[in-house]
């Protein structure tokens, strides 16, 4: 009897201290500290990435993400240049490109995010096919959605452009070829949704349509698709260029990519931030 109890408090000692071990090893294929990132962004983006650094795909990444709100665009890329932040999230290509041009800095792209598609709405009509000759179109007083807007409409086939164009700061000036005579009316453009009923169309950013109560996958009687004409609208993760190829940072966009990620757009956004994962470099390099 003695033996059968010695043996079995041996056996229950075995089992604990193997037990033990594997805690010991699971723990160690564990990692055993996370890499912070600073990640500067504002507005919805800011939102996405919040749910993206509350995430468990961040802890098993061994990442932790800090997200800091900034209000505005030079002031993000700004933070970027002077390492308050590691990497932004809020722009497109263009808009870094510009940035770029006018401040002499050299923040780079290291991955593609979405793109929001431009849309053209009515309250009037109900395809492209029923505009009518003469229509009055709303269309942004800024350089880059006037240009995009006028793209917009060229891939409509409602006019045609200059072969020159330049998708960035070309204007109405460029229209070679007008056969509806279409009136365009310069607005600001986060009054898209309000003048609908004034106008006859309106080519509006999908930021402020979607604010407005309008999603353009739904309600656009014709929209942005990702191809050689709207490649500078597609946002993207930047960084300096120093760190273009820090692979911790490009851990970055293989959480962005992910399916909960996405659901969380199509719940929230009503999935009109439309995922785009494209060869980054070979985007930025082509129009250098």
Same mark, same amino acid.
């Given at each position: 009897?003695?033996? !059968? ?43 996405? !990435? ?19 709100? &900034?209000? #505005? ?14 990497? /932004? ?9 510009? %940035? ?7 923040? @780079? ?9 431009? #849309? ?13 000759? #003469? ?23 409602? &006019? ?6 330049? /998708?960035?700061? #070309?204007?109405?000036?460029? &229209? ?7 009136? %365009? ?22 930021? &402020?349509? %979607? +604010? ?11 929209? +942005?698709?990702?191809? +050689? ?8 993760? @930047? ?18 990519? /992910? ?24 985007? !930025?390099?082509?129009?250098?």
């Amino acid at each position: 009897m003695k033996k !059968w109890i010695g043996f079995s408090l041996l056996a229950a000692l075995f089992l604990v201290t193997a037990c033990n071990s594997q805690n010991k090893q699971e723990a160690s294929e564990e990692p055993d500290k996370t890499t912070k990132i600073v990640l500067g962004s504002v507005d919805s983006d800011a939102d996405i !990435w919040r749910f993206i650094a509350e995430s468990d795909l961040t802890k098993k990444a061994g990442l932790t993400i800090e997200v800091k709100e &900034i209000n #505005g665009g030079p002031q993000l890329n700004n933070a970027t240049v002077e390492e308050q932040v590691d990497v /932004n999230a809020f722009q497109s290509l263009g808009y870094l490109r510009s %940035f770029n041009q006018d401040s002499n800095q050299k923040l @780079v792209p290291i991955a593609t995010t979405y793109m929001e598609p431009m #849309g053209l709405y009515s309250d009037k009509y109900k395809s492209v096919g029923d505009i009518k000759d #003469g229509a009055v179109v709303a269309i942004a007083d800024n350089p880059a959605n006037t240009a995009r807007g006028l793209r917009l409409m060229e891939t409509a086939g409602l &006019i045609k452009l200059a072969k020159d164009f330049d /998708n960035g700061t #070309g204007t109405s000036s460029d &229209i070679v070829e007008n056969p509806k005579q279409l009136e %365009f009316k310069m607005i600001d453009d986060t009054t898209g949704p309000r003048v609908l009923q004034d106008v006859d169309l309106a080519l509006i950013s999908n930021t &402020i349509a %979607f +604010e407005g109560g309008l999603n353009v996958l739904k309600d656009a009687l014709f929209k +942005e698709e990702i191809d +050689e004409n709207t490649q500078q609208s597609i946002n993207v993760l @930047v960084t300096k260029e120093d760190r273009q190829q820090d692979q911790t940072l490009k851990k970055l966009a293989e959480l962005y990519h /992910n399916q909960a990620v996405k659901d969380y757009i199509q719940e929230h956004f009503g999935g009109t931030k439309v995922d785009v994962q494209e060869d980054v470099g070979k985007l !930025w390099e082509a129009d250098q």
